[in-house]
């Protein structure tokens, strides 16, 4: 499973377990990791391309359409998105659609725990997160949708108000730890790595497998 | 020289301005300033070439965004070259004059540091002809209040990219009702993720998914207001 079939196609799911969670791409290494760490073989996954984020009016429609497909073959569907950027839409899908998701605005929050990123929200509005994921994608999801590769001119533009990147990782791996400081560097900023591992999402799907 | 290059001093004021509408397409920045002078040369009021040049170019620009035939990269670069035009334009505005469709003051609210969008107004507004009192990033309601009690617009417009700072608006708009003072303005409001329902709930005038829009809208509300005046 490489990054770039989970940004671009997606994951599909196994068709196996009683409990479907319908996640984003960009969370697939990180929930498979809980899965077999936690022995969860009830669960079953499949992933929505993670580029969706690009775009985020189309992540409900998305969502929408895998949840109706799922119905009738499994006995909880779990959608693992938080808001992206959705500005609710995606919290009114779900409700309409009658499933849970996991809360929050973003994973960069979950990851580090909704309450604790809530509450220092105030002092760093200037940081821009970075994931495991979204390191490893970089140029996939950064720097080339902001046409960075092609007007390298337009950095300041965009990141001219940003004061650090803060690196959230998931896991202790050094060649992520270098790349997220190089990432900082190309975006002028200053650099910071916070080992989260998986927050809230690691007790949100503890409570989902039950 | 490339034989096909195209040398704007020899263009016809028509195809000097077609080619500028381009060139503003294409984010070409020195060939916007080159065709404002040249322009400028041949007699053109500011304002013409402001409005019919930059502002008609930038236009084309927001409706392709629109539509999704070009993207953020490309609009920001035609921003930085209209931005350029304007910048000559601005001091011959003052000498000359134009006409004034009322003040603006705008910011991105608070605990938010993205300024794209709102900067893209600010400037759209300018070339409509608005004075725009642009505050910057991170405004609290303070900010706001000072400014708008300073400036005394006719448009407040709030900004936010961020589904965790957009809520901020409504602080914003109740602390003007708690005031007394939301009747005073039109409240325009914007940001990616926005919709006209949140621009309701919240009690704005309206919700600008566009810089277009924001200028449509605000010609629209201010011309409401003069003829409420007039009546």
Redesign the interface.
């Known amino acids: 499973m490489d990054d770039l079939t989970l940004s671009e196609t997606g994951l599909a799911p196994q068709r196996a377990g009683r409990i479907l969670l319908i996640a984003c791409g960009a969370l697939a290494h990180e929930i498979l990791a809980l899965k077999a760490a936690n022995g969860w073989t009830h669960i079953d996954l499949q992933c929505l391309p993670a580029n969706l984020h690009l775009w985020?009016d189309r992540i409900p429609p998305a969502v929408e359409a895998a949840v109706d497909e799922a119905r009738g073959r499994y006995e909880t569907v779990f959608v693992v998105y938080a808001?992206c950027?959705?500005?609710?839409?995606l919290q009114e899908k779900c409700r309409e659609l009658g499933v849970e998701m996991v809360a929050g605005?973003h994973c960069y929050s979950f990851f580090e725990g909704n309450a604790v990123f809530a509450e220092h929200?105030?002092s760093e509005?200037?940081a821009f997160y970075l994931t495991d994921f979204l390191v490893r994608q970089f140029d996939a999801f950064v720097w080339r949708?902001?046409?960075?590769d092609?007007?390298p001119q337009?950095r300041d533009?965009?990141f001219g108000?940003?004061r650090k990147l803060v690196y959230q990782a998931q896991r202790d791996d050094p060649a992520l730890d270098l790349k997220a400081r190089d990432c900082a560097a190309r975006l002028g900023l200053e650099y910071e790595r916070r080992f989260t591992g998986y927050g809230d999402l690691a007790v949100t799907l503890a409570e989902v497998a039950r | 020289m490339a034989d096909d290059e195209i040398i704007l001093s020899e263009l016809s004021d028509d195809e000097l301005v077609l080619q500028m509408h381009d060139d503003l397409y294409d984010g070409l920045k020195e060939e916007i300033e080159e065709g404002v002078n040249i322009l400028i040369e041949r007699g053109w009021t500011p304002y013409d070439v402001l409005t019919k040049a930059l502002v008609a170019g930038m236009t084309i620009v927001g409706a392709d965004f629109r539509d999704g035939i070009l993207f953020v990269p490309e609009v920001l670069l035609a921003a930085n070259a209209m931005k350029a035009g304007m910048q000559i334009l601005k001091p011959l505005l003052v000498e000359t004059g134009a006409p004034r469709m009322g003040k603006m003051v705008i910011g991105t609210v608070k605990g938010d540091i993205h300024d794209i969008g709102k900067n893209l107004v600010a400037m759209m507004m300018e070339g409509a002809g608005f004075e725009v009192v642009d505050l910057g990033i991170n405004n609290a309601v303070e900010k706001y209040l000072e400014a708008l009690e300073k400036e005394q617009p006719d448009i407040l417009g709030m900004s936010a990219l961020l589904t965790t700072t957009m809520p901020y608006m409504k602080v914003v708009i109740d602390t003007l009702k708690e005031k007394g003072m939301r009747e005073d303005y039109v409240v325009l409001v914007g940001g990616a993720p926005l919709n006209e329902e949140f621009g309701k709930a919240i009690g704005a005038d309206a919700y600008c998914r566009d810089a277009a829009v924001a200028v449509e809208t605000a010609k629209q509300f201010v011309a409401r207001k003069h003829n409420q005046l007039g009546a």
Do not use: K
């Not at chain 1, 950027?85 to 839409?89: A, E, F, N, P, R």
């Open positions: 985020p808001d950027g959705t500005g609710g839409l605005p929200a105030d509005f200037d949708p902001m046409g960075l092609r007007h337009l533009m965009y108000n940003y």
